[in-house]
């Protein structure tokens, strides 16, 4: 089962949804708004995907929460994604012990079709 992480409001995961309902492929959606992902599978998805690949430093939350100031070291970073799930790239991807973070049509064709 494709288990993707996000927002609905997000562009990036509703073009990821989109994506897998167009090619009929079920997938098992959890919003990080309402359920907080756990900070064990923050952990699985950085070490899987990279820290500067989960960690979102152009959105909102980043700027509101002026974090740019603290010139942040990875471990920095991680803490941060754990206490506050807004600042991940969206949509991440969960399948086959495989994580994928954000949205690329092409790979997405690639991995999924």
């Keep these: 089962m494709i288990k993707v992480y996000g927002i609905k409001t997000c562009n990036s995961v509703r073009n990821a949804l989109k994506f897998f309902k167009d090619n009929n492929i079920e997938v098992d959606f959890s919003d990080i708004r309402k359920d907080a992902p756990k900070p064990e599978s923050i952990d699985f998805w950085v070490e899987k995907a990279g820290i500067d690949i989960a960690f979102n430093s152009r959105g909102t939350k980043y700027r509101t929460l002026k974090l740019k100031e603290l ?37 997405y064709k690639e991995t999924f079709l």
């Design 71 to 107: 010139n942040l070291d990875d471990e920095g970073k991680l803490q941060w994604l754990k206490k506050e799930p807004m600042l991940l790239k969206r949509p991440v991807i969960e399948y086959d012990d495989k994580v994928m973070i954000g949205f690329n049509e092409d790979t």
